[in-house]
């Protein structure tokens, strides 16, 4: 199995653009979630999914939309790049039970000029 | 507000000796703790989790102590080797059944000397 699988690993970006974050998963998982890592501030969770066509909002929401179309897929769009966007950002996926550890992706890591 | 902090940054053991991280929770409610490592360009892995009807639970040279009378929770690494250099993130859930959306605290860089 790959696991959780996150293109590309990294990206550089202008102010004002878009982009997506891709995210799959092959372990059939309902739950998966974005989260971004900055320095000394650890894992903040962005927005997260409990099944397909179910997403919410996480701790840092704005800026950046999702969509789950289906179970394997949970891509993170950013529409309107800024600085504050620069960060390392994973993907994660569980089995969603209470009682099941999240599985993360290698990350992306984004520069926004 | 509720939040899961470590208490020391970084912490520099020898190789052979054993590695205790520690990790403060605030929120009573919590009731899934997990700890990851992770390494440079990597994204965090798990290590080993506890529920919060247990304080004790071990695995494969890793034990992990919850205490929730003073809400705190430990990782305790026995004979620690270089491939244990690493960052090491505690977390909890705050919202019962959810298990993936958890809260992480800063992490603690825990170095081996060889």
């Known amino acids: 199995n790959a696991g959780v699988t996150q293109t590309p690993k990294f990206q550089v970006l202008k102010t004002g653009q878009s982009m997506t974050l891709q995210c799959a998963q092959d372990m059939n998982h309902e739950y998966m979630s974005w989260y971004r890592q900055d320095p000394g501030m650890g894992l903040r969770l962005i927005h997260y999914s409990v099944g397909a066509g179910i997403t919410d909002q996480g701790e840092v929401p704005n800026g950046y939309n999702v969509s789950r179309s289906t179970t394997e897929d949970f891509p993170l769009r950013l529409l309107l790049a800024a600085p504050s966007q620069t960060s390392v950002y994973f993907c994660?996926?569980?089995?969603?039970?209470?009682?099941?550890?999240?599985?993360f992706g290698n990350g992306t890591r984004l520069t926004v000029t | 507000g509720e939040s899961v902090g470590l208490h020391l940054p970084t912490l520099s053991v020898q190789e052979g000796d054993n590695s205790i991280i520690n990790c403060a929770y605030s929120n009573s409610a919590s009731d899934y703790f997990i700890w990851y490592k992770q390494e440079s360009g990597k994204g965090p892995q798990f290590i080993i989790d506890?529920?919060?009807?247990?304080d004790k639970r071990q695995g494969q040279r890793v034990t992990v102590l919850l205490n929730k009378t003073v809400k705190h929770l430990s990782l305790q690494i026995a004979a620690t080797q270089p491939g244990d250099s690493a960052v090491y993130f505690c977390a909890e859930t705050q919202f019962g059944g959810q298990g993936g959306k958890l809260i992480f605290g800063q992490g603690t860089e825990l170095s081996v000397k060889p």
């Open positions: 994660a996926s569980s089995r969603g039970t209470g009682d099941s550890p999240l599985h």
């Open positions: 506890i529920r919060s009807n247990m």
